[in-house]
C-alpha cells in the first residue's frame, strides 16, 4: 500500500509529515464518552477501574471534570457508581463491584471483549490456553482472569521455546489486542511449529486500530529520517509504533507531549515523521506539531494510509438517559 497526499504545504522549511490513521480509535472513543457521559447522567463523582485508557492527558482531563480512579474495587464507596476500563477487568473485579453494590458502566473495548469470549470458550473445551502478551499490562490481568487455572502467558518467542503444557493436543492461542503485529506473527509460528494441533482463534485478535497504526507508520518510515509517537509511556500501542519504526530502520521517540520535544534530536533532519497511539487525543498531536514548528518544521503534509470509520455504541443505560438510540 502507498501513502496518498491529502492535504500540505511546500513552504522553504523542513518538512513534518502527520501520518494517518493516527490517535484515538473507536475503542477509545467509546471509553471516554461513556466517562463523560457517566457524569452527566449521575453527576461527581464517578469512579473508574483503572485509568479509563493509558494516557496522562485524558485521564487528568477526567479528574478534572470529577472522575476518580482506583486500582482497588474496597476504594469505591458502596452503592456508587463504577466504570471498568476500556482494557477489561477479571471476573474477581465484577464479583467484588457486585458485592459492593456498585452501579457498574462497562467500558471494555468490544475488542477486548471478543477475546474475553474466546478464552471462556476455549476453557469449556477443557484446553490449556496460551495467551500472548505483556502479563502485567491490564488486558491481559483481565483475561487470564477468566480461566485462570487454565492460562500460561507468554510474551516472547523464547517463552514459546521454554513452554511446557499437560497435553499438546489441548491447547489454544489468543493474543492482547495491542501487540506488534512483527512479533506475534513470530510467537504465533513458534507455537504452531512446536503444537501443530494448537487452536486459534476464528478472526486475529490484535485490533484494526492497533493494526493500521503499525502499518501506517511502517510506510512512513519511507519517507522520514526520524518518527515521533505521542502517547505515554504506560500505553502498549504507543510503544509498539516505536518498535515499528525502529524495525524499519528509522529513529523513533515516544513523547508524551509538546513539552517532551528536544531541539537537538533534529540535527540534520530534514524530513520529520509524527503519529500518535490509540489512545492520544488528537489535541497533542496538534501542540506537538506547533512546537515542532518553531524547530523548522514548518512545511506541514498530512499523509492517509487507511480510512477508519469503525463506531461502538455505547451501554444502552447511559444511550437511554441522554436521549441516544442503541443502534
Given at each position: 500500500m502507498t501513502l496518498t497526499q491529502i492535504e500540505?504545504?511546500?513552504?522553504?522549511?523542513?518538512?513534518?509529515?502527520?501520518?494517518?490513521?493516527?490517535?484515538?480509535?473507536?475503542?477509545v472513543v467509546r471509553a471516554v464518552d461513556i466517562v463523560d457521559l457517566a457524569l452527566e447522567a449521575f453527576g461527581r463523582p464517578v469512579y473508574v477501574h483503572h485509568e479509563i485508557v493509558h494516557n496522562r492527558y485524558v485521564v487528568d482531563q477526567l479528574r478534572r471534570r470529577g472522575a476518580i480512579f482506583v486500582e482497588a474495587i474496597a476504594e469505591v464507596p458502596v452503592g456508587a457508581v463504577l466504570v471498568f476500563s476500556a482494557h477489561g477487568v477479571p471476573p474477581r473485579v465484577r464479583a467484588e463491584a457486585k458485592e459492593r453494590?456498585?452501579?457498574?458502566?462497562?467500558?471494555?473495548?468490544?475488542?477486548?471483549?471478543?477475546?474475553?469470549?474466546?478464552?471462556?470458550?476455549f476453557a469449556r473445551e477443557g484446553r490449556t490456553l496460551i495467551l500472548i502478551g505483556h502479563r502485567d499490562h491490564q488486558e491481559i490481568v483481565g483475561t487470564s482472569g477468566e480461566a485462570p487455572d487454565r492460562t500460561v502467558v507468554v510474551g516472547s518467542v523464547e517463552e514459546a521455546d521454554k513452554l511446557q503444557v499437560p497435553d499438546p493436543s489441548r491447547l489454544a492461542f489468543l493474543t492482547q489486542t495491542t501487540l506488534s503485529l512483527y512479533d506475534t506473527q513470530e510467537i504465533v509460528a513458534r507455537l504452531r511449529e512446536r503444537f501443530p494441533e494448537i487452536a486459534g482463534p476464528a478472526s486475529d485478535d490484535i485490533c484494526y486500530a492497533t493494526q493500521n497504526r503499525q502499518e501506517a507508520v511502517e510506510?512512513?518510515?519511507?519517507?522520514?529520517?526520524?518518527?515521533?509517537?505521542?502517547?505515554?509511556?504506560?500505553?502498549?500501542?504507543s510503544n509498539r509504533l516505536v518498535e515499528v519504526a525502529k524495525r524499519a530502520g528509522v529513529a523513533a521517540r515516544l513523547i508524551e507531549d509538546a513539552n517532551d520535544v528536544d531541539a537537538s534530536w533534529f540535527d540534520g533532519v530534514?524530513?520529520?515523521?509524527?503519529?500518535?497511539?490509540?489512545?492520544?487525543?488528537e489535541i497533542l498531536v496538534e501542540?506537538?506539531?506547533?512546537?515542532?514548528?518553531?524547530?523548522?518544521f514548518t512545511n506541514h503534509r498530512d499523509l492517509e494510509l487507511i480510512r477508519e470509520d469503525v463506531r461502538f455504541v455505547i451501554p444502552p443505560e447511559l444511550a437511554a438517559r441522554q436521549g441516544v438510540a442503541a443502534k
Open positions: 500540505g504545504g511546500n513552504g522553504p522549511g523542513k518538512t513534518l509529515v502527520r501520518v494517518r490513521p493516527r490517535g484515538f480509535c473507536a475503542g453494590e456498585l452501579r457498574v458502566i462497562d467500558a471494555t473495548c468490544p475488542l477486548v471483549t471478543k477475546v474475553h469470549l474466546e478464552a471462556l470458550k510506510a512512513l518510515s519511507r519517507e522520514v529520517e526520524l518518527i515521533l509517537v505521542v502517547g505515554s509511556a504506560n500505553s502498549s500501542n530534514r524530513r520529520l515523521g509524527l503519529t500518535a497511539g490509540a489512545s492520544a487525543p501542540q506537538v506539531s506547533q512546537r515542532l514548528s518553531s524547530f523548522g
